[in-house]
């Protein structure tokens, strides 16, 4: 029993299974018996998974950081008149593909800016690019907010754009761009021009209602309070519980450097670790919790997987939105590195698919 009164009540909710309100949450955060937290979370997360930690071999694929929007956390976005601006032709977005999988990937995860003039049928062309080149790989693609832009683009519905992007080959959404579920933060500090909750909930929404898997995610540790991200948790939650559709929910830890916000600090390490701890035991009906090590780095990932999580995500290999201090545009592990990682946990790694079937390799 912790000696923190408020987190031998939570303690006792848990064992009981009963669900965690909001002030739970915001004394999951206070408490400095960061062991307790961590050790309710891993009994939570046991509970779940066993003793097994998840991983993919999948690739990342951004096709343009042209993008109109000018929010204050994105060090990514570029401008069309920028020397370092990109956008990569459908043969382009194709070839990496192909190389995906032919080095074993069952998943690419293809994301990028608003960028102001590529039509509809670009993204539509590429994912049936993708599928007809590799009809074998899992095409995960598209933040809720570039469906939005893609709807504004074509001038029909968000259920109008997944129907098509769906008869392309898309398979499931990614859940970026979620940042944080307060008005407060999008008015006073991210500027985002239009890139509101609103419109998050319903793409996630409509996706699900298509039974098109999707993830969660939340940026955190910038300006946001503890309240605030206690209550993005809840607002997840309350989805899954109306229109059910999450597979995983992924923390995703601010990196400051490049972005209008250089001047913050970022989130700790112990930070890092009670995020990912409070939301094992806050989101319970979301099933996986990512360590998305590419943000959050190898080592600190690897405990994290006894905070809570029971997936590292996967080996990535490039990755534009965000770079940790020292890394380059190419991140990857390898899957001999992923599972080292694992299994110095005291886990086993199981290599799974998009939708989170282990994968059985000859």
Known sequence: MSSDPDI??????????????????EALFATTDLHTLGALAHVARTQRHGNVAYYNVNRH??????????????G????????DAYTLTVEQIVEQA???????????????????????????????????????LHIKAFTAIEIVHFARL??????????????AGLDSLPG???????????????NYRGKASADWFAVHRAAHAMHLPTNATMLYGHVETPAERVAHMIQLRTLQDEAPGFQAFVPLSFIPAGSQLSHLPGPTGVDDLRTVAVARLMLD?????????VMTGAKLSQVALHFGADDLDGTVVT????????????????????????RQADLVPVERDSLYQPVRRD
Request: charged letters at 25%; a negative charge; aromatic letters at 8%.
């Open 285 to 293: 009906n979301i099933p996986h919790i990512k360590a998305f090590w």
């Open 154 to 167: 074509a001038g029909t519905t968000i259920e109008g754009v997944l129907e098509a992007l769906v008869a």
């Open 8 to 25: 031998t009540a939570i303690e006792r909710k848990v064992a009981a299974g009963e669900r965690l309100d909001q002030r739970d949450g």
């Open 319 to 342: 990755y534009d939105i965000t770079h940790r201090e020292g890394a380059g545009k190419r991140q990857e592990m390898t899957v001999e590195q992923i599972e080292t990682l694992i």
């Open 76 to 83: 990514f976005r570029r401008t069309p008149a920028d020397s």
């Open 176 to 190: 970026g761009g979620a940042e944080v579920f307060s008005e407060r933060v999008h008015a006073e500090t991210f």
């Open 98 to 136: 192909r190389q995906a999988a032919s080095a074993g990937a069952t998943e690419v995860h293809v994301v990028g800016g608003l960028h102001p003039s590529l039509p509809f049928d670009y993204y539509l062309d590429a994912v049936r690019a993708i599928r007809a080149a590799c009809p074998a």
């Open 61 to 74: 694929i951004n096709y343009t950081n042209v993008c109109v929007l000018r929010c204050r956390f994105c």
